[in-house]
């Protein structure tokens, strides 16, 4: 399906997934622009881009493009270029024999060093043990899932409920952030084996977001670690003396090719619901 079909079937509801909160609906020419600038960010993922490239193709002035571009996508458009270059350094390393060093070059970067920092500070883990990660990574999510989600303790839990599509048949990844997208290693983490209620491990007071991911069952290990046909879902939520507020309520839908990517590596989850599991 091209981004073009893609773009027209997501535009009457392209509110961010991830972006918690109520968002004033931008104007169709603002999806337009935004669209523009996605598309050049793939066609120039290794070049560098600036705002004012980036403003010129959008046709509008850099103060304002930047505004527009976050309420489309819920994050500013540098921090979607970025994650958008190590989400394509994650399909070469799973689809490809490129050397290490060879993806860091293919997606914009000049040192080796930043990026295995950058990869490994928002994936969670390093290139190398990402690629390796492709041969466990199903068995691993299988096997735990159940275990994870049935686990039983005593104490404050953040609740909620997610809810999916009728058809969605996968598993469904839950995880507490300080930022409005998914990247690096989550505060706590859960995992379902259906939509439903959830509870999260108890976690230090402030203010997070909980994001969610639906990975739908593949005999194509890669999908458990690239998530591009992941369902997406998020929203804001206020922790105090371990617990939330009140009940969070996530709707997981289908991606749009205004959706950030999910950088981190999602079994990470499987650690961090392990972990709450075991208080």
């Not at 040192?111 to 043990?129: A, D, E, H, K, M």
């Not at 997208?181 to 995992?191: A, D, E, F, L, R």
């Not at 998020?234 to 922790?239: D, F, H, L, N, P």
């Not at 650690?271 to 208080?279: E, I, L, N, V, Y």
Request: overall charge positive; hydrophobic content about 40%; some cysteine.
């Amino acid at each position: 399906m091209s981004q073009a079909i893609q773009y027209e079937r997501a535009r009457p509801s392209a509110v961010p997934a991830m972006q918690p909160g109520p968002l004033a609906r931008p104007h169709a020419a603002h999806y337009e622009a935004v669209m523009r600038v996605i598309e050049l960010m793939h066609e120039r993922i290794e070049e560098p881009l600036s705002l004012q490239d980036m403003s010129r193709v959008a046709f509008i002035s850099q103060f304002h493009f930047n505004r527009v571009f976050r309420q489309v996508t819920g994050i500013p458009p540098h921090q979607y270029l970025y994650a958008l270059r190590l989400e394509t350094a994650k399909r070469l390393l799973l689809t490809t024999r490129e050397s290490v060093t060879d993806v860091c070059f293919s997606v914009g970067y000049n040192s080796l060093g930043t990026f295995t920092r950058r990869f490994t500070g928002l994936v969670g883990i390093s290139p190398n043990r990402f690629r390796a990660m492709m041969e466990s990574s199903a068995t691993a999510l299988q096997g735990f899932a159940s275990q994870a989600e049935g686990a039983a303790g005593s104490g404050h839990f953040i609740e909620g409920q997610a809810t999916a599509p009728e058809d969605f048949r996968g598993t469904i990844f839950l995880g507490l952030f300080s930022t409005p997208i998914p990247q690096g290693s989550p505060i706590v983490g859960t995992v379902l084996t259906r939509p439903g209620s959830f509870r999260l491990p108890p976690a230090p007071d402030g203010d997070y977001y909980i994001l969610g991911a639906g990975l739908p069952w593949s005999e194509d290990h890669r999908e458990y670690l690239l998530y591009e046909t992941a369902l997406r879902g998020g929203t804001a939520v206020r922790v105090c003396k371990g617990q939330a507020a009140g009940p969070a309520h996530l709707a997981l839908r289908a991606p749009t090719p205004f959706d950030p990517p999910i950088l981190v590596s999602l079994p990470l989850l499987l650690s961090g619901a392990a972990k709450g599991a075991a208080h």
